[in-house]
DNA sequence: TAATCAAATTTTAATGATTACAAATTTAAA
DNA sequence: TTTAAATTTGTAATCATTAAAATTTGATTA
């Protein structure tokens, strides 16, 4: 995605695309790595010396706050982001940390005792081993 | 669940019935409030002075190690705990915290997506407002 | 009963992710 | 050009969790 349109993005969130902003919202569009804050972190400040790891994460949660991206918890104490924030799924795998987007069947989805519950979010994740790892164990 | 029924289920899992781990299993099951490591450590302290923070976090390891419960991540940096094994949901409510179970009707909830996959754990869960807290907030 | 040994528990200290806060810098408006 | 507000930075603090070593417990055997 162009750097224009990652600007039109963040000003339709509300959010003023100053130059970090645009960095990290455009890793995040580009990599669709599902990152820790320090993954971005470890990457930007090649690019960006002067990058403070509080800037990600001050950018992170303001992301989160403004709805352009969501948290991803997964595994304890690894909090990672998505810039995709339409409902879909996850897949881990254990063997080598990759994290797999799932486009979900989304109809009937949301279990009808929640009918009376107010709806937020809607997480669903799986763990285990993806094809890639499997084939390797057999060699 | 009387604490015969307990030290068996620990038996059937291979760990050894301490007292300690009875306790701890025993706090899972009838609250049944998916706690946190510190609300497991900060009730039974009261009954067991001499109890170590360290203890809790071992036994849960050991619990999730050897399927007794299961780690439920919902918000970051809050490893909460749950005794109930079962394919099964949660909601969170944002308002007074709690974690309802939700039955799942599980058939078709594996996306074909994920045929070659190996799954071990599926998650699935939902933020947002309970109905108790919906009401208490009209009035 | 006493001695022995492994397992369980405790204590203390370390780690690592995240946040708080204040200072410095940049940006944008007047 | 000046000034206020927003953004970014740096440092220190916090908090959950783990590591490592010491101690206790409890079962087993001599």
Do not use: W
Not at 95 to 115: F, H, M, Q, V
Not at 116 to 133: A, M, N, R, V, W
């Amino acid at each position: 995605m162009q750097q224009k349109k990652v600007e039109q993005l963040l000003k339709q969130h509300d959010i003023k695309p100053s130059y970090h902003r645009i960095k990290i919202l455009s890793y995040l569009l580009e990599k669709k790595n599902h990152p820790t804050a320090d993954m971005i972190y470890q990457e930007l400040v090649k690019e960006i010396p002067t990058l403070s790891k509080t800037t990600v994460y001050n950018t992170l949660n303001l992301f989160v706050e403004k709805n352009v991206a969501i948290i991803i918890t997964i595994d304890e104490n690894e909090t990672r982001y998505d810039a995709d924030i339409s409902l879909h799924g996850h897949f881990k795998c254990s063997s080598c940390g990759k994290i797999y987007d799932i486009r979900l069947n989304t109809a009937g989805i949301i279990p009808d005792e929640l009918e009376k519950f107010q709806i937020d979010e809607s997480h669903i994740y799986f763990k285990g081993t993806c094809p890639l790892c499997l084939k390797k164990a057999l060699s």
